[in-house]
């Protein structure tokens, strides 16, 4: 027992997460090199990462899918066991963020110490605080022209609201950069070249930056006293009497309890500052041990139940990926809470009420796979022999059940209409889109009812065009595609009150429900689609049909009466009804409710909705009246500018997603391919009636509802 708890002490599952370019996959590799998992160290713009293995992330230099690999550092004389996932920077695979986290006990937020925090970081950020993981920060890219540790430092704190404290200072920066001061042994590092940064020494810190070294330590104790009461009072007596070992403790009280964020920097490319941040993982990051005991529901009796992180527990995993390898099939990645999952055993999924038999397990280092006889408690694995598996579902031992909770995901944004170019391949290309759309829950397919089109809706065009490339390369599938279209929502803007009959008489039994319902917007700051409120009094409708009534109304905001878009929110207060002893029945009063809501909307004065988007565009000053003019024609509304350290100009505006198709190409020639943009979800917003007009003629929809 005190073995296993030793392993599970010294076990880290950590991700790496940041915006795109800030380089989570350059830091990636030469965690693997230095921790012995590869020999050589693969480089993103090479297209030979490890850990960014399918095709079109090596043509692209950018990572789709999270990569997770076990490796092992030795610090301290003990032996570290770390679980990595490489997470995607882009917000088009902003799930794969999602699900990494979920399942993550800690996490190293990597920014660019030239860029700092940009738009993706900020969405990573609140991922992490939804899912309360503990984050240590890493500054990459000291060696760049504009780098500033400082100015991120800034950042983080004023746009982030964190509470960072920096336990590092650089020796020089961009071309300048030679090393690091460590505040806690207050030693200078630098590396050595020649071993590819695999060695380095410590040395007496510089004179010209012993002053900010020793203004910066005193911030830091500062900060960590805030954690530790026994350090506050030795901080304000004597702060010299502070020991490295006091200091430390109170770091990862600090840093467990999400008061603060050790923030360390480097450069990954030129290999320096990696060995340290994997200490910094060791030392400061949650085991097992230090994550709470994770909450679910017993399906059985609905009452919540708690599972320690012990192998001693009745087994309880989590699937959080699901992936289709060529070679073993269909690939179920999970992390294991309490207990252990043996080869060739049974799990029981309380979703699907079946019992599955795991014919084998893997410990993954990317897309190859390690054989394993047991994923132990607090582990993360792989397994292969499910029948049915979605992402969020829970595994756990059939006598002792337990239900974890799901994960949300979002609504896909964007959608195009896609069709085989021959006949023979209308079974592989529905064959590869059920497999995509297992191994991705932001990615959906349906087929549109009047025209019988297949529609393939995603998270952007970035999204859709690695899904189509998938489509060609692994499932040999050649398709047509339309242009892209718009994920609209409905909502209503008034509360209507009606009565609403429904009455058929066909012969013996019939159908009857009577409802009076208030229909109208939700309440601010309600978190959910339906808020559905109960105030029948005297049981005028009995309380079996009630549930009935619930239903209907969610069934029928899927389709909102403008164009058959889903409505965004909706408030319903079911006031009052009448039944009938015989003709009443659960269906009538869902058939009622449907009846009640085309009829409500209709009144209520329904509008369309639009995804807007957040954009910020980096562009050299001179082009930033043509990038401006260019967002007005857009319907973008600029909200601010800022200048970057290396004299260009940052534009920040909300702009309707409609109007930026192909905004990646037009920005290029505007500015003859000197700016970049980054652009991520904000907000759905009402449509203005004339677009709306346009829009609903463009998909026939009901143009004379719109005032």
Same mark, same amino acid.
């Given at each position: !027992?005190?073995?296993?708890?030793?392993?599970?002490?010294?076990?880290?599952?950590?991700?790496?997460?940041?915006?795109?370019?800030?380089?989570?996959?350059?830091?990636?590799?030469?965690?693997?090199?230095?921790?012995?998992?590869?020999?050589?160290?693969?480089? $993103?713009?090479?297209?030979?990462?490890?850990?960014?293995?399918?095709?079109?992330?090596?043509?692209?230099?950018?990572?789709?899918?999270?990569?997770?690999?076990?490796?092992?550092?030795?610090?301290?004389?003990?032996?570290?066991?770390?679980? %990595?996932?490489?997470?995607?920077?882009?917000?088009?695979?902003?799930?794969?963020?999602?699900?990494? =986290?979920?399942?993550?006990?800690?996490?190293?937020?990597?920014?660019?110490?030239?860029?700092?925090?940009?738009?993706?970081?900020?969405?990573?950020?609140?991922?992490?605080?939804? *899912?309360?993981?503990?984050?240590?920060?890493?500054?990459?890219?000291?060696?760049?022209?504009?780098?500033?540790?400082?100015?991120?430092?800034?950042?983080?704190?004023?746009?982030?609201?964190?509470?960072?404290?920096?336990?590092?200072?650089?020796?020089?920066?961009?071309?300048?950069?030679?090393?690091?001061?460590?505040?806690?042994?207050?030693?200078? !590092?630098?590396?050595?070249?020649?071993?590819?940064?695999?060695? *380095?020494?410590?040395?007496?810190?510089?004179?010209?930056?012993?002053?900010?070294?020793?203004?910066? @330590?005193?911030?830091?104790?500062?900060?960590?006293?805030?954690?530790?009461?026994?350090?506050?009072?030795?901080?304000?007596?004597?702060?010299?009497?502070? #020991?490295?070992?006091?200091?430390?403790?109170?770091?990862?009280?600090?840093?467990?309890?999400?008061?603060?964020?050790? !923030?360390?920097?480097?450069?990954?490319?030129?290999?320096?500052?990696?060995?340290?941040?994997?200490?910094?993982?060791?030392?400061?990051?949650?085991?097992?041990?230090?994550?709470?005991?994770?909450?679910?529901?017993?399906?059985?009796?609905?009452?919540?139940?708690?599972?320690?992180?012990?192998?001693?527990?009745?087994?309880?995993?989590?699937?959080?990926?699901?992936?289709?390898?060529?070679?073993?099939?269909?690939?179920?990645?999970?992390?294991?809470?309490?207990?252990?999952?043996?080869?060739?055993?049974?799990?029981?999924?309380?979703?699907?009420?079946?019992?599955?038999?795991?014919?084998?397990?893997?410990?993954?280092?990317?897309?190859?796979?390690?054989?394993?006889?047991?994923?132990?408690?607090?582990?993360?694995?792989?397994?292969?022999?499910?029948?049915?598996?979605?992402?969020?579902?829970?595994?756990?031992?059939?006598?002792?059940?337990?239900?974890?909770?799901? !994960?949300?995901?979002?609504?896909?944004?964007?959608?195009?209409?896609?069709?085989?170019?021959? /006949?023979?391949?209308?079974?592989?290309?529905?064959?590869? &889109?059920?497999?995509?759309?297992?191994?991705?829950?932001?990615?959906?397919?349906?087929?549109?009812?009047?025209?019988? /089109? $297949?529609?393939?809706?995603?998270?952007?065009? =970035?999204?859709?065009?690695?899904?189509?490339?998938? &489509?060609?390369?692994?499932?040999?599938?050649?398709?047509?595609?339309?242009?892209?279209? +718009?994920?609209?929502?409905?909502?209503?803007?008034?509360?209507?009150?009606?009565?609403? +009959?429904?009455?058929? /008489?066909?012969?013996?039994?019939?159908?009857?429900?009577?409802?009076?319902?208030?229909?109208?917007?939700?309440?601010?700051?309600?978190?959910?689609?339906?808020?559905?409120?109960?105030?029948?009094?005297?049981?005028?409708?009995?309380?079996?049909?009630?549930?009935?009534?619930?239903?209907?109304?969610?069934?029928?905001?899927?389709?909102?009466?403008?164009?058959? *878009?889903?409505?965004?929110?909706?408030?319903?207060?079911?006031?009052?009804?009448?039944?009938?002893?015989?003709?009443?029945? /659960? &269906?009538?009063?869902?058939?009622?409710?449907?009846?009640?809501?085309?009829?409500?909307?209709?009144?209520?004065?329904?509008? %369309?909705?639009?995804?807007?988007?957040?954009?910020?565009?980096?562009?050299?000053?001179?082009?930033?009246?043509?990038?401006?003019?260019? &967002?007005?024609?857009?319907?973008?509304?600029?909200?601010?500018?800022?200048?970057?350290?290396?004299?260009?100009?940052?534009?920040?505006?909300?702009?309707? %997603?409609?109007?930026?198709?192909?905004?990646?190409?037009?920005? @290029?020639?505007?500015?003859?391919?000197?700016? #970049?943009?980054?652009?991520?979800?904000?907000?759905?917003?009402?449509?203005?009636?004339?677009?709306?007009?346009?829009?609903?003629?463009? +998909?026939?929809?009901?143009?004379?509802?719109?005032?």
């Amino acid at each position: !027992m005190a073995k296993v708890l030793d392993t599970l002490r010294n076990t880290r599952n950590i991700g790496i997460m940041a915006h795109i370019d800030a380089g989570k996959t350059t830091t990636s590799e030469r965690i693997l090199f230095y921790t012995g998992l590869t020999h050589k160290i693969g480089e $993103t713009h090479d297209g030979t990462a490890t850990m960014d293995w399918m095709a079109q992330e090596q043509e692209r230099g950018i990572t789709i899918t999270s990569a997770a690999t076990t490796t092992q550092w030795k610090f301290d004389n003990e032996l570290f066991k770390i679980n %990595l996932i490489d997470t995607p920077g882009h917000v088009d695979f902003t799930v794969e963020v999602e699900r990494s =986290l979920r399942i993550l006990d800690g996490a190293v937020a990597t920014f660019c110490a030239v860029g700092g925090v940009e738009p993706q970081s900020e969405t990573v950020w609140r991922q992490a605080d939804k *899912y309360k993981v503990p984050r240590i920060c890493y500054v990459n890219k000291m060696d760049r022209s504009g780098a500033d540790f400082f100015e991120v430092v800034r950042q983080v704190k004023d746009v982030l609201g964190a509470t960072p404290c920096p336990i590092q200072v650089p020796i020089g920066a961009e071309e300048g950069f030679k090393g690091i001061v460590d505040l806690v042994t207050m030693k200078a !590092m630098y590396w050595h070249d020649e071993t590819m940064g695999a060695d *380095y020494e410590l040395d007496e810190i510089p004179a010209d930056v012993l002053a900010e070294a020793e203004e910066w @330590r005193e911030k830091m104790l500062e900060r960590i006293a805030e954690c530790d009461e026994t350090l506050m009072e030795k901080f304000f007596d004597d702060p010299s009497t502070i #020991t490295e070992e006091e200091i430390i403790t109170a770091l990862r009280i600090g840093t467990l309890s999400m008061q603060i964020n050790p !923030m360390l920097l480097g450069s990954s490319f030129k290999n320096k500052g990696v060995q340290p941040l994997l200490d910094a993982v060791c030392k400061f990051l949650p085991s097992p041990l230090d994550t709470p005991a994770i909450e679910g529901i017993d399906p059985r009796t609905d009452k919540q139940i708690v599972r320690h992180p012990s192998p001693d527990e009745p087994m309880c995993a989590l699937a959080f990926k699901i992936a289709t390898d060529p070679f073993v099939g269909r690939l179920c990645f999970f992390r294991v809470y309490s207990g252990e999952l043996p080869a060739g055993s049974y799990v029981y999924n309380p979703r699907s009420d079946k019992r599955e038999r795991i014919s084998r397990l893997f410990q993954m280092h990317s897309n190859k796979q390690n054989p394993k006889d047991v994923i132990g408690c607090g582990d993360i694995g792989a397994g292969v022999g499910f029948k049915d598996i979605r992402t969020g579902d829970t595994l756990c031992d059939e006598n002792n059940p337990i239900v974890l909770e799901a !994960m949300d995901f979002p609504e896909p944004v964007i959608g195009i209409a896609i069709e085989p170019m021959t /006949q023979k391949d209308v079974d592989k290309l529905s064959n590869g &889109l059920a497999k995509l759309s297992e191994e991705d829950p932001t990615f959906r397919v349906h087929t549109d009812e009047d025209s019988g /089109q $297949t529609i393939i809706e995603g998270m952007g065009e =970035l999204h859709l065009e690695i899904i189509i490339d998938r &489509l060609k390369r692994e499932f040999k599938v050649e398709c047509n595609q339309g242009r892209p279209q +718009v994920s609209y929502k409905e909502a209503i803007t008034q509360t209507v009150e009606l009565r609403e +009959v429904y009455k058929k /008489q066909s012969g013996g039994r019939g159908k009857f429900a009577d409802i009076i319902v208030k229909v109208g917007p939700a309440d601010e700051g309600f978190e959910g689609d339906l808020q559905f409120v109960d105030e029948v009094k005297g049981g005028n409708v009995p309380k079996e049909f009630i549930p009935s009534v619930q239903k209907g109304f969610a069934i029928a905001m899927k389709n909102g009466v403008l164009a058959g *878009y889903a409505l965004d929110k909706l408030k319903v207060v079911l006031v009052d009804g009448s039944y009938h002893t015989v003709d009443s029945d /659960q &269906l009538s009063f869902e058939l009622c409710a449907k009846f009640a809501f085309k009829s409500a909307s209709e009144k209520a004065s329904p509008v %369309l909705l639009e995804p807007i988007m957040k954009l910020e565009v980096v562009t050299p000053e001179e082009s930033m009246g043509d990038v401006i003019s260019d &967002l007005n024609k857009r319907r973008g509304q600029v909200e601010g500018m800022e200048s970057s350290r290396s004299g260009a100009r940052i534009v920040k505006a909300k702009v309707p %997603l409609a109007e930026m198709f192909g905004y990646v190409t037009s920005l @290029r020639t505007i500015t003859s391919g000197r700016a #970049t943009s980054a652009m991520t979800f904000s907000h759905y917003e009402i449509v203005s009636a004339s677009i709306a007009r346009q829009v609903l003629t463009d +998909v026939k929809g009901r143009v004379d509802l719109i005032k």
